[in-house]
C-alpha cells in the first residue's frame, strides 16, 4: 500500500536527485584533515534535504515505524533465533528489500539520506536490521554498482520485492580481511560457457534464506606476458544453480534472528555472463561494495540510543531511592548526558556523511564512512552498557530488553570490518594523501636544507610561544556561528597541530608508518574526532541561524562534546609528538610480547615467596 | 686480606700454603691468599705429604691433622652413602666431647665429603653441620672483640660452610639464622655472609626465563621432550613420540631393542617444508650438543640448504587486505631516530623443518623419524633426504677401532633416497 502511495508522491520529483551512483571517483574529503586544513565544501553549511524530499520520507517512515511497533515481536525472534515468515512478508510488502534498487528495476530508488533515515528504524530489531542489511548493503550491491545492464534486469525486480534474497560470500575460513584466505575455485568449463565453483563460505549471513548470492572465488587468468595468475573473480549465482549447501545456522551472542551459516559449493554451474565486472576484478568489486556499505549503520547506532533514552529516563524519573527519583542522582544524568551528546554526534555524522554520498559529483566517502562506523559502534556499545547500568540488576534480566540490546549492539564493533581494521585503513588513507602532497617538502628537509629546516623550526617556535590559529571557520567571515565560537576554535586548533603532527610522522616513518599500528590508531582516533567535531559544528550553527527547536541544546551538547574531544585530541597529539619510549608503545608492545611468548598471564600470585 | 689475624691466632701453627685444588676456596675474595694451618708436629718439609697407606689414592692432599675425622667419615662411606650415615658420623663427634674440640677440623673435612655423601644439596645437613659449633662461646661480648674478629678460625669456618651452600644454591632457612646467631652472633662474618645469601639469592631464584624441572626426569622421553620444545622456543610446535623404547629401561648406557624417537615440529615448520621445493634435497644433521644443568643430550635436525635470494623475500600482493592497504605508495623511508632494530650480523641459513632426539643416532633410527614426519608433511616423499651425520656420543664410547670405523661409516654423506619408501 504504502509503497504505491509513495510511488505517486514521488513522480513529480526529478529523476536525477534520486538515481543511484556507480562511479567513485577519490575525493579530498576528510583527507584535508592530514594537512591541517579545515573541511569547508559540502560540509559547512550542514547539507540539506529538499522539502519534497522531507515530505516524502516522513510518509514513508510513518508506515515502517508503525509496523516495526506493531508487528515486530523482539523478544520472539530472539529467543526463537528465526524472523516469523509473516514478519518477513510484512517487511516485502513494504518495499523494505529494495530501498536503493532504482525504481525501474521495482524498488524505491532511495538515496542514501533517505535509507539513512530508515535504517534509524530498523534497528529498532537488530535481526531484521542485518536481514536487510546483508540483503541490499552487500548481498545485492554488486549487481548494482558493477553489473551489466542485464545482470540488473534479470536480477534486481525480484530482489527488490523481496522474491528473492540475497546474500554476499566472501568469508572463508582464515580471516575475512585476507584475499589470501580465499580458497574457493572456480575453474571455467571446455566449451567456455560457464564456471564450475567448488568451496566453502563461512558466517554467511542469510546464508540459510538467500537465492541469489554475490561469491567470490578464484579463477586462473592468464596475463599479457603469459603467466597464469590466481585472482579473484565475482559472480552472481543462483540457488537454482544447483549443488549449494548450507550448514546449520549459528547460534550466536546476538542479532540472533538473523541467518548466519555456511554454505558449500560444489560443482556448481555459474554461466559465464553472471561474473560481476570482470574476469579477476573481484578484488575491486569487494572493494567498493565493502567500502559504501557502512552508510546504515550510524543511524542504526542512533536509532537503539535514541530508543534508549526514552526507556532508561521513563525510569529514572519514576524509580525512587533515599526517598529521591534517581534523576535527581548526579551519577545517573551524567549518564543521559553521556547518552545523549553520542546520539547527537553520532547523528550529525551519519547524516552528513550519507548526504555527501549522495551529493553533487559522485563522491567517494569511504573514509567518512568508515569513521561513522567506528565512532557509532563504540558509542553505540557505551550507552547500552550505561543504560542497562541504570537500570542496575533489572537489565540484567532476560525479562527486560537491555540485555538483548546489549548483546545485539555488541556486533556493531565487529562486521563491516572490525574496527581494528578500519582504524588503519582511515589514518592510512589520509597518510597516502598527505604523503603524496608533502613528499617534496619532506625531502627537502631530509636533505637537511638549511633554510628550509630554519624555517621550519622557527615556525614550531613560533607556534610554542603562543600563536593564534586561523583557518577561517570562526569569526566575521566566518562559516561558524558566534555562539560556538569557541568549540570553533578548539577545532581550528586541533586541525592545524594534527596537521603537523601528520607531516612529523610522515618524516620519521615514511611509508613504514604502515607496520605502526599503534600511532595509526592515536591518528585515525583524531581524525574521527576532528569529523565529529566539524559535523556537530556545522549542524548546531545551522540549527541556530534557521531556529530549529531545542537548538540551545544543540549548542550545548556541541559545546560539551568540543570541549571532551579537544582535550582527548590534544593528549593524543602529544603523544604523538613523542618517541615511542616516551609514549609508551615500545612498553605496550614489550608487555604484549612477553605475555604472548607464555601465552598466559605471567605474574606470579601476590603472596608468593621466594624463600 | 689480612693474614695478621689469621697469624695472631694461630698459635702454635705453622702456615704452610696447599696449593691443591681441593682448596680453590681458600682463594676466594674471602681469603686472597692461600694458607692451610698444618700443625707443628705434621711439618714436612716439602709441599709433599705423605698419603696414609689405603687411600684411595685420588690424588687429594689430605693434612694430617684431618685425618681421623677422614677416618670416620671413611668407615661411614663403607657402610652406605647416604644422608643417614653422613648424619650419624656428625652424630658421632657431637657426643664424642662435650667441648666439641677440633671441631673446625670436622666440619671442614665434613664439608668436603658432603659430595661423596649425596648431601651437597641438603640443607637440613647445613643446618646439622652449623649445630657442630659450641653455641655461645663465639660471640663477641663488647665492642672491641666486635670491631676485631673474634674467634678468626671459627667465623672463617662458619663463612666456609655458608659458601659451600652458597655453591650449590641452597637457600639457608631461619633455623641457619637462628644457629648462626647463637654461635657468632648478630655482628658476626658469618651472620653478614648469612644476610648476603639472603639478599640476593631470593632475587636470583627465578632469574632464568626457561626453568628446567628439578630435578631432571630421568625418563629419556620425557627428557628428550623438555629439551625438544626448549629449543623450539615455539609454543605451538607439538611433540610427536614416533617410537617409545622397548624395552623399557631407564639406564641409558644399554642398548635399546628398539630406540625411541621423539620429535618436534610447528605449524611453521611444516608450512615452510610444504612451500620446500622437492628437486632440493633436504638434509638430516646432526648430532648437536645440548646440556641441560650437568646432563647432556644430542638432538638431530632436519634443514635444507640456504635458499637462493629471490625465494626468500616475501612480496605483497596488492590485492590481499580488503579493508586497508598493506603498504603506502610513498617515496618517504624511516627516519633515523625512529630504527628500533640494531644492526645484527645475521648467520644466513636456510630453513629448518624439524627437530629429533633419538635413543640410537644410527641412519636406520633416523630414517624411521623421516618416515613418520612423511605423515603429516606429504611433500617428503617426493623430496630426497641426504643424511649427514657426524659420530655421536655413542660412538665415542666404543672402543677406538670401532669407533673409528663407524666413524668413517657415518662420515660419507649416506644418499638415501625414501621418495620410494612408504610408512
Given at each position: 500500500?504504502?509503497?504505491?502511495?509513495?510511488?505517486?508522491?514521488r513522480?513529480?520529483?526529478?529523476a536525477g536527485a534520486?538515481?543511484?551512483?556507480?562511479?567513485?571517483?577519490?575525493?579530498?574529503?576528510?583527507?584535508?584533515?592530514?594537512?591541517?586544513?579545515?573541511l569547508?565544501e559540502?560540509?559547512f553549511?550542514?547539507p540539506?534535504?529538499?522539502n519534497?524530499?522531507?515530505?516524502?520520507?516522513?510518509?514513508?517512515v510513518?508506515?515502517?515505524?508503525?509496523?516495526f511497533?506493531?508487528?515486530?515481536?523482539?523478544?520472539?525472534?530472539?529467543?526463537?533465533?528465526?524472523?516469523p515468515p509473516?514478519?518477513?512478508?510484512g517487511?516485502?510488502n513494504?518495499?523494505?528489500?529494495?530501498?536503493q534498487?532504482?525504481e525501474?528495476?521495482?524498488?524505491?530508488?532511495?538515496?542514501n539520506t533517505?535509507?539513512?533515515?530508515?535504517?534509524?528504524?530498523f534497528s529498532?530489531?537488530?535481526?531484521?536490521?542485518?536481514?536487510l542489511?546483508a540483503?541490499?548493503?552487500?548481498?545485492?550491491k554488486?549487481i548494482?554498482i558493477?553489473g551489466?545492464?542485464?545482470?540488473?534486469?534479470?536480477y534486481?525486480p525480484k530482489?527488490?520485492?523481496?522474491?528473492?534474497?540475497?546474500?554476499?560470500?566472501l568469508?572463508e575460513?582464515g580471516?575475512?580481511?585476507?584475499?589470501?584466505?580465499?580458497?574457493?575455485?572456480?575453474?571455467?568449463?571446455?566449451?567456455?560457457?560457464?564456471?564450475?565453483?567448488?568451496?566453502?563460505?563461512?558466517?554467511i549471513?542469510?546464508?540459510?534464506?538467500?537465492?541469489?548470492?554475490?561469491?567470490f572465488?578464484?579463477?586462473?587468468?592468464?596475463?599479457?606476458?603469459?603467466?597464469?595468475k590466481?585472482k579473484?573473480?565475482?559472480?552472481?549465482v543462483e540457488?537454482a544453480f544447483?549443488?549449494?549447501m548450507?550448514?546449520?545456522?549459528?547460534?550466536k551472542?546476538?542479532i540472533?534472528?538473523?541467518?548466519?551459516c555456511?554454505?558449500?559449493?560444489?560443482?556448481t554451474?555459474?554461466?559465464?555472463e553472471?561474473?560481476i565486472?570482470?574476469?579477476?576484478?573481484?578484488?575491486?568489486?569487494?572493494?567498493?561494495?565493502?567500502?559504501?556499505?557502512?552508510?546504515?549503520m550510524?543511524?542504526?547506532?542512533?536509532?537503539?540510543?535514541?530508543?534508549?533514552?526514552?526507556?532508561?529516563a521513563?525510569?529514572?524519573?519514576?524509580?525512587?531511592?533515599?526517598?529521591?527519583?534517581?534523576?535527581d542522582?548526579?551519577?545517573?544524568?551524567?549518564?543521559?548526558?553521556?547518552?545523549?551528546?553520542?546520539?547527537?554526534?553520532i547523528?550529525?555524522?551519519?547524516?552528513l556523511?550519507?548526504?555527501?554520498?549522495?551529493?553533487?559529483?559522485?563522491?567517494?566517502?569511504?573514509?567518512?564512512a568508515?569513521?561513522?562506523k567506528?565512532?557509532?559502534s563504540?558509542?553505540?556499545?557505551?550507552?547500552v552498557?550505561?543504560?542497562?547500568?541504570?537500570?542496575g540488576?533489572?537489565?540484567?534480566?532476560?525479562?527486560?530488553?537491555?540485555?538483548r540490546?546489549?548483546r545485539?549492539s555488541r556486533?556493531?564493533?565487529?562486521?563491516?570490518?572490525?574496527?581494528e581494521?578500519?582504524?588503519?585503513?582511515?589514518?592510512?588513507?589520509g597518510?597516502?594523501?598527505a604523503g603524496?602532497?608533502?613528499?617534496e617538502?619532506?625531502?627537502?628537509?631530509?636533505?637537511?636544507?638549511?633554510?628550509f629546516?630554519l624555517?621550519?623550526?622557527?615556525?614550531q617556535?613560533?607556534d610554542?610561544?603562543?600563536r593564534k590559529?586561523?583557518?577561517?571557520?570562526v569569526g566575521?567571515?566566518?562559516?561558524?556561528?558566534?555562539s560556538?565560537e569557541?568549540?570553533?576554535?578548539q577545532?581550528?586548533?586541533?586541525?592545524?597541530?594534527?596537521?603537523?603532527?601528520v607531516?612529523?610522522?610522515?618524516?620519521?616513518?615514511?611509508?613504514?608508518i604502515?607496520d605502526?599500528q599503534?600511532?595509526?590508531?592515536?591518528?585515525?582516533?583524531i581524525v574521527?574526532?576532528?569529523?565529529?567535531?566539524?559535523?556537530?559544528?556545522?549542524?548546531?550553527s545551522?540549527?541556530?541561524?534557521?531556529?530549529?527547536?531545542?537548538?540551545d541544546?544543540?549548542?550545548?551538547?556541541?559545546?560539551?562534546?568540543c570541549?571532551?574531544?579537544?582535550?582527548?585530541n590534544?593528549?593524543?597529539?602529544?603523544?604523538?609528538?613523542?618517541?615511542?619510549?616516551?609514549?609508551?608503545?615500545s612498553?605496550?608492545?614489550?608487555?604484549?610480547?612477553?605475555?604472548?611468548?607464555?601465552r598466559?598471564?605471567t605474574?606470579?600470585y601476590?603472596?608468593?615467596r621466594t624463600? | 686480606m689480612?693474614?695478621m689475624?689469621?697469624?695472631?691466632?694461630?698459635?702454635?701453627?705453622?702456615?704452610?700454603?696447599?696449593?691443591?685444588r681441593?682448596y680453590?676456596?681458600?682463594?676466594?675474595?674471602?681469603?686472597?691468599?692461600?694458607?692451610?694451618?698444618?700443625?707443628?708436629?705434621?711439618?714436612?718439609?716439602?709441599?709433599?705429604?705423605?698419603?696414609r697407606?689405603?687411600?684411595?689414592?685420588d690424588?687429594?692432599?689430605?693434612?694430617?691433622?684431618?685425618?681421623?675425622?677422614?677416618?670416620?667419615?671413611?668407615q661411614a662411606?663403607?657402610?652406605?652413602?647416604?644422608?643417614?650415615?653422613?648424619?650419624?658420623?656428625?652424630?658421632?663427634?657431637?657426643?664424642?666431647?662435650?667441648?666439641?674440640?677440633?671441631?673446625?677440623?670436622?666440619?671442614?673435612?665434613?664439608?668436603?665429603?658432603?659430595?661423596?655423601?649425596?648431601?651437597?644439596r641438603?640443607?637440613?645437613?647445613?643446618?646439622c653441620?652449623?649445630?657442630?659449633?659450641?653455641?655461645?662461646?663465639?660471640?663477641p661480648?663488647n665492642?672491641?672483640?666486635?670491631?676485631f674478629?673474634?674467634?678468626?678460625?671459627?667465623?672463617?669456618c662458619?663463612?666456609?660452610?655458608?659458601?659451600?651452600?652458597?655453591?650449590?644454591?641452597?637457600?639457608?632457612?631461619?633455623?641457619?639464622?637462628?644457629l648462626l646467631?647463637?654461635?657468632?652472633?648478630e655482628?658476626?662474618?658469618?651472620a653478614?655472609?648469612?644476610q648476603r645469601?639472603m639478599?640476593?639469592?631470593?632475587?636470583?631464584?627465578?632469574?632464568?626465563p626457561y626453568p628446567?624441572?628439578d630435578?631432571?626426569?630421568?625418563?629419556?622421553?620425557?627428557?628428550?621432550r623438555?629439551?625438544?620444545?626448549?629449543?623450539?622456543?615455539?609454543?605451538?610446535?607439538?611433540?610427536?613420540?614416533?617410537?617409545m623404547?622397548l624395552?623399557?629401561?631407564?639406564d641409558?648406557?644399554?642398548d635399546h631393542a628398539?630406540?625411541?624417537?621423539?620429535?618436534?615440529?610447528?605449524?611453521?615448520?611444516?608450512?615452510?617444508?610444504?612451500?620446500?621445493?622437492?628437486?632440493?634435497?633436504?638434509?638430516v644433521?646432526?648430532?648437536?650438543?645440548?646440556?641441560?644443568k650437568t646432563?647432556c643430550?644430542y638432538?638431530y635436525?632436519?634443514?635444507?640448504?640456504?635458499?637462493?635470494?629471490?625465494?626468500?623475500e616475501?612480496?605483497?600482493?596488492?590485492?590481499?587486505?580488503?579493508?586497508?592497504?598493506l603498504?603506502?605508495?610513498l617515496?618517504?623511508?624511516?627516519?633515523?631516530?625512529?630504527?628500533e632494530?640494531?644492526?645484527?650480523?645475521?648467520?644466513?641459513e636456510?630453513?629448518?623443518?624439524?627437530?629429533?632426539?633419538?635413543?640410537?643416532?644410527?641412519q636406520?633410527?633416523?630414517?624411521?623419524?623421516?618416515?613418520g614426519?612423511?605423515e603429516t608433511?606429504?611433500?617428503?616423499?617426493?623430496?630426497?633426504?641426504?643424511?649427514?651425520?657426524?659420530?655421536?656420543p655413542?660412538?665415542?664410547q666404543?672402543?677406538?677401532s670401532?669407533?673409528k670405523?663407524?666413524?668413517?661409516?657415518?662420515?660419507?654423506?649416506?644418499?638415501a633416497?625414501?621418495g620410494?619408501?612408504?610408512?
Amino acid at each position: 500500500m504504502s509503497r504505491h502511495l509513495l510511488r505517486a508522491a514521488r513522480a513529480a520529483l526529478p529523476a536525477g536527485a534520486r538515481q543511484l551512483r556507480t562511479a567513485v571517483p577519490r575525493r579530498r574529503g576528510a583527507c584535508d584533515f592530514f594537512l591541517g586544513t579545515p573541511l569547508k565544501e559540502g560540509v559547512f553549511p550542514y547539507p540539506e534535504i529538499t522539502n519534497e524530499e522531507l515530505k516524502e520520507i516522513n510518509q514513508f517512515v510513518g508506515p515502517v515505524e508503525k509496523f516495526f511497533h506493531e508487528e515486530v515481536d523482539s523478544k520472539k525472534i530472539d529467543q526463537d533465533a528465526k524472523i516469523p515468515p509473516e514478519t518477513l512478508r510484512g517487511l516485502k510488502n513494504l518495499g523494505l528489500f529494495g530501498i536503493q534498487i532504482p525504481e525501474e528495476y521495482g524498488g524505491l530508488g532511495f538515496s542514501n539520506t533517505m535509507y539513512a533515515y530508515l535504517g534509524e528504524i530498523f534497528s529498532l530489531d537488530a535481526s531484521i536490521a542485518v536481514t536487510l542489511a546483508a540483503h541490499q548493503t552487500i548481498g545485492l550491491k554488486g549487481i548494482l554498482i558493477a553489473g551489466t545492464d542485464e545482470q540488473k534486469a534479470k536480477y534486481l525486480p525480484k530482489l527488490a520485492s523481496g522474491e528473492h534474497i540475497a546474500a554476499f560470500c566472501l568469508t572463508e575460513t582464515g580471516s575475512g580481511n585476507d584475499a589470501a584466505s580465499i580458497q574457493t575455485r572456480a575453474k571455467l568449463s571446455e566449451d567456455g560457457k560457464y564456471f564450475l565453483l567448488n568451496g566453502s563460505k563461512v558466517w554467511i549471513s542469510n546464508g540459510g534464506l538467500a537465492d541469489i548470492f554475490t561469491v567470490f572465488a578464484r579463477t586462473e587468468i592468464v596475463d599479457e606476458d603469459g603467466t597464469v595468475k590466481d585472482k579473484i573473480t565475482a559472480f552472481i549465482v543462483e540457488r537454482a544453480f544447483g549443488g549449494i549447501m548450507n550448514g546449520k545456522p549459528e547460534d550466536k551472542l546476538g542479532i540472533r534472528g538473523s541467518n548466519t551459516c555456511e554454505v558449500h559449493f560444489e560443482n556448481t554451474k555459474v554461466p559465464v555472463e553472471n561474473v560481476i565486472g570482470e574476469v579477476g576484478g573481484g578484488f575491486e568489486v569487494a572493494m567498493k561494495i565493502l567500502s559504501n556499505s557502512r552508510i546504515s549503520m550510524g543511524s542504526a547506532s542512533v536509532g537503539i540510543i535514541k530508543k534508549l533514552i526514552e526507556m532508561t529516563a521513563e525510569y529514572a524519573c519514576t524509580r525512587k531511592q533515599f526517598n529521591k527519583k534517581l534523576s535527581d542522582f548526579g551519577l545517573i544524568q551524567e549518564k543521559f548526558a553521556l547518552m545523549t551528546v553520542k546520539a547527537y554526534v553520532i547523528e550529525s555524522m551519519a547524516y552528513l556523511t550519507a548526504r555527501m554520498m549522495d551529493g553533487p559529483g559522485l563522491p567517494d566517502c569511504s573514509l567518512e564512512a568508515a569513521m561513522v562506523k567506528v565512532f557509532s559502534s563504540e558509542a553505540c556499545w557505551i550507552c547500552v552498557s550505561e543504560a542497562l547500568q541504570i537500570f542496575g540488576a533489572l537489565g540484567y534480566m532476560k525479562d527486560y530488553p537491555y540485555e538483548r540490546y546489549l548483546r545485539d549492539s555488541r556486533i556493531l564493533l565487529i562486521f563491516e570490518g572490525t574496527n581494528e581494521v578500519l582504524r588503519p585503513y582511515i589514518a592510512l588513507m589520509g597518510m597516502q594523501y598527505a604523503g603524496k602532497i608533502l613528499t617534496e617538502r619532506i625531502k627537502e628537509f631530509k636533505q637537511r636544507k638549511v633554510p628550509f629546516i630554519l624555517t621550519t623550526f622557527l615556525g614550531q617556535f613560533q607556534d610554542s610561544i603562543g600563536r593564534k590559529v586561523d583557518l577561517g571557520l570562526v569569526g566575521d567571515k566566518g562559516v561558524i556561528h558566534p555562539s560556538l565560537e569557541e568549540s570553533g576554535k578548539q577545532l581550528e586548533e586541533n586541525i592545524y597541530y594534527f596537521g603537523q603532527v601528520v607531516e612529523g610522522l610522515l618524516r620519521r616513518f615514511g611509508k613504514t608508518i604502515v607496520d605502526e599500528q599503534l600511532i595509526l590508531k592515536k591518528v585515525a582516533d583524531i581524525v574521527i574526532h576532528l569529523y565529529a567535531m566539524t559535523a556537530t559544528i556545522s549542524r548546531a550553527s545551522r540549527s541556530i541561524s534557521i531556529g530549529l527547536r531545542n537548538h540551545d541544546h544543540e549548542v550545548l551538547l556541541t559545546n560539551l562534546f568540543c570541549k571532551e574531544a579537544f582535550f582527548k585530541n590534544n593528549y593524543a597529539i602529544a603523544e604523538l609528538e613523542k618517541y615511542s619510549e616516551e609514549n609508551m608503545d615500545s612498553s605496550i608492545k614489550k608487555v604484549a610480547r612477553q605475555v604472548l611468548e607464555k601465552r598466559a598471564y605471567t605474574c606470579s600470585y601476590p603472596f608468593d615467596r621466594t624463600f | 686480606m689480612n693474614s695478621m689475624w689469621l697469624l695472631a691466632a694461630a698459635r702454635g701453627t705453622l702456615w704452610r700454603a696447599a696449593l691443591g685444588r681441593d682448596y680453590t676456596w681458600l682463594q676466594s675474595p674471602g681469603c686472597v691468599q692461600a694458607f692451610w694451618t698444618g700443625p707443628l708436629r705434621g711439618c714436612s718439609s716439602g709441599s709433599k705429604l705423605t698419603l696414609r697407606p689405603g687411600d684411595d689414592g685420588d690424588g687429594e692432599q689430605i693434612p694430617r691433622e684431618l685425618v681421623p675425622f677422614e677416618n670416620m667419615f671413611r668407615q661411614a662411606a663403607q657402610q652406605g652413602r647416604s644422608k643417614a650415615t653422613w648424619c650419624q658420623v656428625v652424630e658421632a663427634f657431637q657426643n664424642r666431647d662435650v667441648r666439641r674440640r677440633e671441631h673446625v677440623e670436622f666440619i671442614y673435612t665434613a664439608l668436603r665429603h658432603m659430595v661423596i655423601f649425596g648431601v651437597e644439596r641438603d640443607l637440613d645437613a647445613y643446618n646439622c653441620l652449623l649445630d657442630v659449633f659450641p653455641q655461645g662461646v663465639f660471640v663477641p661480648q663488647n665492642y672491641i672483640q666486635r670491631m676485631f674478629h673474634h674467634y678468626p678460625r671459627q667465623q672463617l669456618c662458619g663463612i666456609q660452610v655458608l659458601e659451600q651452600m652458597e655453591t650449590y644454591g641452597i637457600m639457608p632457612d631461619q633455623k641457619t639464622r637462628f644457629l648462626l646467631l647463637k654461635i657468632f652472633g648478630e655482628q658476626s662474618h658469618p651472620a653478614y655472609k648469612y644476610q648476603r645469601i639472603m639478599y640476593w639469592f631470593p632475587k636470583f631464584k627465578h632469574i632464568n626465563p626457561y626453568p628446567l624441572p628439578d630435578p631432571l626426569p630421568r625418563d629419556p622421553v620425557d627428557l628428550a621432550r623438555h629439551s625438544l620444545t626448549r629449543i623450539a622456543a615455539d609454543a605451538s610446535a607439538r611433540v610427536t613420540i614416533y617410537q617409545m623404547p622397548l624395552p623399557e629401561q631407564e639406564d641409558p648406557g644399554i642398548d635399546h631393542a628398539q630406540p625411541y624417537i621423539v620429535g618436534i615440529q610447528s605449524p611453521d615448520q611444516q608450512e615452510l617444508l610444504a612451500r620446500h621445493n622437492p628437486a632440493q634435497p633436504v638434509l638430516v644433521e646432526g648430532p648437536f650438543r645440548l646440556w641441560l644443568k650437568t646432563t647432556c643430550v644430542y638432538y638431530y635436525i632436519l634443514h635444507a640448504e640456504l635458499l637462493p635470494k629471490e625465494q626468500q623475500e616475501e612480496v605483497i600482493d596488492l590485492e590481499q587486505s580488503f579493508y586497508y592497504p598493506l603498504q603506502l605508495d610513498l617515496d618517504l623511508d624511516r627516519g633515523i631516530w625512529d630504527k628500533e632494530t640494531f644492526d645484527v650480523e645475521k648467520v644466513e641459513e636456510g630453513p629448518l623443518f624439524a627437530m629429533c632426539m633419538v635413543g640410537a643416532g644410527d641412519q636406520a633410527t633416523l630414517a624411521k623419524w623421516i618416515v613418520g614426519l612423511q605423515e603429516t608433511n606429504p611433500i617428503l616423499s617426493q623430496t630426497s633426504v641426504i643424511f649427514h651425520l657426524r659420530p655421536g656420543p655413542q660412538e665415542l664410547q666404543l672402543a677406538p677401532s670401532a669407533a673409528k670405523s663407524r666413524e668413517e661409516e657415518e662420515e660419507e654423506e649416506a644418499q638415501a633416497r625414501w621418495g620410494t619408501r612408504e610408512a
